[in-house]
């Protein structure tokens, strides 16, 4: 049986994120829930809000994911988690997400240590330029190097 995944974070992030990760995983959905925390409610009506949500799921075991630690949803979500079958990782990103979706399958400290290895690992800064083509000159049409 797969883990549940449940994510809880500012509006309109949550659902923006499911939508991405059923792009790719459109099997995933049923392994899914989302909570968009909407701006002026207050703490205690999100809560009760987002653990019928997170009930929805019917899962033994769930992974939780916000988005800001000590923000709202973050706030809400560590209401929602007992440490043993449920688990909250703060910073969601896509490609922490995108990793556990694909090993929902493993155990829940598995999937925990692989999310949040995609999430450190999907986060990089990217050169301007591709390396390959630094030392080319502007539309020479005489180099045809292709390099993969």
Not at 32 to 59: C, G, H, W, Y
Request: aromatic share 4%.
């Amino acid at each position: 049986m797969n883990n549940g995944i449940f994510i809880i974070a500012h509006a309109p992030l949550a659902s923006a994120l499911r939508q991405c990760v059923l792009h790719v995983f459109p099997d995933a959905a049923d392994s899914m829930a989302v909570f968009d925390v909407q701006p002026n409610i207050p703490s205690d009506e999100t809560a009760v809000a987002a653990r019928m949500t997170m009930a929805l799921l019917n899962k033994r075991k769930t992974l939780v994911l916000t988005d800001l630690f000590g923000a709202t949803p973050c706030n809400v979500a560590q209401k929602l988690v007992d440490g043993v079958n449920s688990r909250l990782i703060a910073g969601v990103n896509l490609p922490m997400l995108l990793r556990a979706v694909t090993y929902r399958h493993e155990s829940l400290d598995a999937q925990v240590a692989r999310a949040l290895a995609g999430g450190t690992q999907g986060v990089m800064q990217v050169a301007v330029t591709a390396p390959q083509n630094q030392n080319r000159k502007p539309h020479d049409q005489n180099d045809h190097d292709h390099q993969q």
